[in-house]
Structures are given as structure tokens and as C-alpha cells.
T-cell receptor, first 112, second 114 residues
Framework: NAGVTQTPKFRVLKTGQSMTLLCAQDMNHEYMYWYRQDPGMGLRLIHYSVGEGTTAKGEVPDGYNVSRLKKQNFLLGLESAAPSQTSVYFC???????????FGQGTRLTVV | AQSVAQPEDQVNVAEGNPLTVKCTYSVSGNPYLFWYVQYPNRGLQFLLKYITGDNLVKGSYGFEAEFNKSQTSFHLKKPSALVSDSALYFC????????????FGSGTRLLVRP
């Protein structure tokens, strides 16, 4: 049982490049989330999904897009990367809002 | 708007002493509260949660948290700290609306001295 898997684990992008971060969970969870973690700011919610085919904006959605075409996958896209998007990105999933969330190992992204 | 605050950036404690990591929250309706721990270069791991029932909640690794509705607090505690408890701790609250968002505090770094 792999839990929540994020791909890739590290990436360096040039300003203006695009990329997609993949989050995959094998626990049949309905709810999935993308967070970014920056020093002194904790985790901030970027986008989330309450089920297959649904997405919604979180606290800091600008510059990011997401898709949930399959229940087990939640993709985070950066269309035109900016240095301000340098961060560690975490994906999380959970079965219901009353249950704990399971987190991936994180993706460390640097935009130069 | 729902929010959670962790007023201390860092907590220092000697091994064997009790520890407390503070968390206060603001929600409309009933709060659903969680504590997570993050070790270096790792994702967050669930410690414990409060949904309803007893105000003292017991969790993993000997941690517990006390829910205080009048003070809107959910402080994390442990009777005897270990050096291995040194990590980053996050308090989180579920938003009381149909979106079911999970909002995190800014985190508190716990440093346990030998």
C-alpha cells in the first residue's frame, strides 16, 4: 500500500517554463489537496478536489491549474513558472472531512 | 473566515520535561481540529484529532491535546519530551462549510535538548 505518491520529488525550472506535478493515491479517497509550504508561512492551500471531476480554489490559486480526471490522481500544473513559485509542494488525500489526511513526501521546486 | 494560529515559532524544552505546543482557532460552528508532525524532508504525519466527545484527546507517540471551547484552543502536550520529538508541528482546522477545506497554522518548531 503506497499511500500518497508525488512525482517528481525535485525539479528545477527556468522562468516561463511549464510543468505538471502528479499526485497519486491508492486509498480510494474522495478528497485531495495541493499545498505549498514556505518558510514561516506553514502550509497554504492551492487547490482541492472533493471528488472525481471536481476542483476548487484554495487560498493561493493564482498561477496554478489542477485536474482530477481520475479519482486516484490529482494533477497540479504551472503554465508559466515564476520565481515566486519556488516552494515545497505537498499533496494530501482523505476519505471524509472527519478523517485524517495522508500526505505525500513532497516536491521541491526551484524556479530560476 | 476560519483560521488557526500557532503563536510560537519555536518551543525549546529539555528531554524528560513536559512540553506544550499552543494552537488557537476561529471557526463558525463546531470545530474539527487536527495535529500533524513533520520530520525533516518528510511529508506531514497525523498525530491526533478532535471531532467530538472528551476534551482530552490521546494520539500517537504519547502525545495528547486538550480541547478548550471557551478559550478556543487545542494545545498539544506530552508529559515527558524525547529528543526524537524534535520536529515541526502543525495544527489544522476543518472549515465548517460544504467545501471541507483543511486550514493549517504556520507551524511550531519543537527542539528537545538532551
Amino acid at each position: 500500500n503506497a499511500g500518497v505518491t508525488q512525482t517528481p520529488k525535485f525539479r528545477v525550472l527556468k522562468t516561463g517554463q511549464s510543468m505538471t506535478l502528479l499526485c497519486a493515491q491508492d486509498m480510494n479517497h474522495e478528497y485531495m489537496y495541493w499545498y505549498r509550504q514556505d518558510p514561516g508561512m506553514g502550509l497554504r492551500l492551492i487547490h482541492y478536489s472533493v471528488g472525481e471531476g471536481t476542483t476548487a480554489k484554495g487560498e493561493v490559486p493564482d498561477g496554478y491549474n489542477v485536474s482530477r480526471l481520475k479519482k486516484q490522481n490529482f494533477l497540479l500544473g504551472l503554465e508559466s513558472a515564476a520565481p515566486s513559485q519556488t516552494s515545497v509542494y505537498f499533496c494530501a488525500s482523505r476519505w471524509t472531512p472527519l478523517r485524517e489526511a495522508f500526505f505525500g513526501q513532497g516536491t521541491r521546486l526551484t524556479v530560476v | 473566515a476560519q483560521s488557526v494560529a500557532q503563536p510560537e515559532d519555536q518551543v525549546n524544552v529539555a528531554e524528560g520535561n513536559p512540553l506544550t505546543v499552543k494552537c488557537t482557532y476561529s471557526v463558525s460552528g463546531n470545530p474539527y481540529l487536527f495535529w500533524y508532525v513533520q520530520y525533516p524532508n518528510r511529508g506531514l504525519q497525523f498525530l491526533l484529532k478532535y471531532i467530538t466527545g472528551d476534551n482530552l484527546v490521546k494520539g500517537s507517540y504519547g502525545f495528547e491535546a486538550e480541547f478548550n471551547k471557551s478559550q478556543t484552543s487545542f494545545h498539544l502536550k506530552k508529559p515527558s519530551a524525547l529528543v526524537s520529538d524534535s520536529a515541526l508541528y502543525f495544527c489544522a482546522v476543518r472549515e465548517e462549510d460544504s467545501s471541507y477545506k483543511l486550514i493549517f497554522g504556520s507551524g511550531t518548531r519543537l527542539l528537545v535538548r538532551p
